[in-house]
């Protein structure tokens, strides 16, 4: 073999070498969609309460919002829904439904419309418990965090019940 010859078969076998090795290290990672998402909600219209005072009954509407956070608990799952960002509005949507509920079950244990604001934490954990399992079978995602903030009467509702206090 000539001098040519040896020089084709040592660049031949780097090049040989260098493949393997490439082959042999893991290809770089594709930016990965995010694990966790912040959602923010809120009733679209106020939620209606049937409350009782001085012996009327009457219905109170509050605006209810607040924020959760979720992550990913089965990517394969989160994707084949579309990905988080593409299930935000379909969660929103099931939270908001819960506070609908939520709010309606309290004002069937009669709790007093004034009160509706210290139960935001009970309310909060029921939804949570309620939502968490069915999100992880049906989307992979988990509730990390549910807040609900202070409900808030509506302007209109407040002055019926000036109203009514002063009547």
């Known amino acids: 073999m000539g001098f040519f010859d040896n020089f084709i078969n040592s660049v031949a076998k780097a090049a040989e070498q260098a493949t393997e090795k490439a082959m042999q290290q893991e290809a770089p990672a594709i930016p990965a969609e995010p694990q966790e998402m912040k959602l923010k909600f809120g009733t679209p219209e106020p939620v209606p309460y049937d409350t009782e005072m001085n012996g009327t009954m009457l219905t109170v509407f509050f605006n209810v919002y607040g924020n959760a956070t979720v992550s990913s608990d089965d990517a394969e799952k989160v994707r084949s829904n579309g990905g988080l960002e593409a299930l935000r509005n379909i969660l929103t949507a099931d939270i908001v439904t819960m506070i609908k509920e939520a709010v309606s079950n309290c004002s069937k244990m009669n709790i007093r419309y004034n ?30 965090a549910l807040v609900l903030m202070m409900p808030t009467i509506t302007q209109e509702s407040s002055e019926a019940l000036k109203k009514l206090r002063n009547s």
């Open 115 to 144: 009160l509706l604001p210290t139960q935001t934490k009970n309310i909060s954990g029921a939804i949570k418990s309620k939502l968490d399992p069915e999100w992880k079978e049906k989307y992979g995602i988990s509730i990390d």
